[in-house]
């Protein structure tokens, strides 16, 4: 059976893992803590993936690395870039075929729909890392050093998303409470089903296509944050959403005393201006159709306490 490792066991991580234990690979799942899904196809080692010398041994044999880990928001510009050099480093090393699960960050801010051929024009530090993560990776790939393939997503919703809205939404809303959410309530964004992602990744990998260049994950038509939270609080028969946009100086505020939300600001443009991902590319070449929104919202609807 071929053997497939995968790095990450956030909610795309865990959803990559078991697409590809079900469709009969062994599966090795990297984390820094051992966590994962339980499956008797998924192994699960706890290693730190930013070490080579050790993910070398781990990816030996290997068909395809998967790349679904990031490290948290504050931490990116320490972690990030020893991370994937210590990934791309692995992928040339044993020749397994390497599949990074990407974003939009790269292309900055943009005034119509985000296309693959776009070119990179980050505008954040985080965008900046991402670009650079990509083109060190393309180069090698050009360089005849490893194959390599970058699916981008917008945000996550579905299982075990962690996004603007799953955080500072969701939860609120079906607790029936009222949700300060740092985004323009009525605009257009894309929002990228964890499972979609995965099957994304998954569907690349098994295709000679998709090398040396970009995909974007199929992903629904974009939809305000207002409409989403009304889809979400229907599905769970809660109470219609109480929404505020948080106002930039709170955010800016809350920031003081929190690394993580510190990070926020400086993307606050994705979430102030329509926001759109075009997938078209993806769905025709693969056959790959999003997830209708309403099943993806299901996974979303227990209430946090």
């Known amino acids: 059976m071929p053997l497939s490792v995968v790095i990450g066991a956030g909610g795309t991580g865990i959803a990559t893992a078991t697409l590809l234990a079900e ?10 803590s051992g966590s994962g899904p ?39 510009r320490k972690e990030f870039p020893p991370l994937a050099k210590s990934l791309l480093t692995t992928a040339e090393a044993t020749g397994a075929g390497y599949v990074m699960l990407g974003n939009i960050y790269a292309y900055g801010p943009v005034d119509r729909p985000m296309t693959e051929d776009m070119p990179l024009a980050p505008s954040s530090a985080k965008g900046r890392i991402r670009a650079e ?8 790939h050009r360089a005849g050093r490893v194959r390599v393939t970058e699916v ?20 609120k809303v079906l607790a029936g409470k009222q949700a300060m959410v740092p985004a323009a309530l009525d605009l257009p964004h894309s929002w990228t089903a964890t ?22 994950v199929p992903t629904n038509q974009a939809v305000s944050v207002r409409d989403l939270a009304t889809r979400l609080a229907s599905l769970a028969a809660a109470p219609v959403p109480k929404l505020r946009s948080m106002p930039a100086w709170l955010l800016k505020t809350a920031g ?5 939300i510190r990070e926020l600001p400086e993307m606050q443009y994705q979430f102030r201006r329509p926001f759109i991902l075009d997938s078209a590319q993806t769905e025709h070449t693969f056959d790959l159709k999003p997830t209708p929104l309403d099943e993806i919202l299901l996974e979303n609807t227990q209430p946090t306490r």
């Open 23 to 32: 469709s009969g690979h062994e599966v090795r799942l990297v984390t820094r």
């Open 38 to 76: 339980e499956h008797p196809r998924i192994e699960r080692v706890t290693a730190d993936a930013a070490d080579a010398g050790r993910l070398i041994e781990l990816t030996s044999g290997a068909d395809t690395l998967f790349n679904c880990a990031a490290p948290p928001y504050h931490r990116w």
């Open 133 to 140: 993560m990509w083109e060190d990776a393309l180069d090698a």
């Open 152 to 171: 981008r997503a917008s945000d996550f919703i579905g299982n075990g998303a962690q996004s603007v809205f799953t955080l500072t939404a969701a939860p």
């Open 195 to 216: 499972g979609d992602a995965a099957r994304a990744l998954v569907a690349v990998s098994r295709d000679e296509r998709a090398w040396g260049q970009v995909w974007h």
């Open 256 to 260: 003081l005393t929190s690394p993580m």
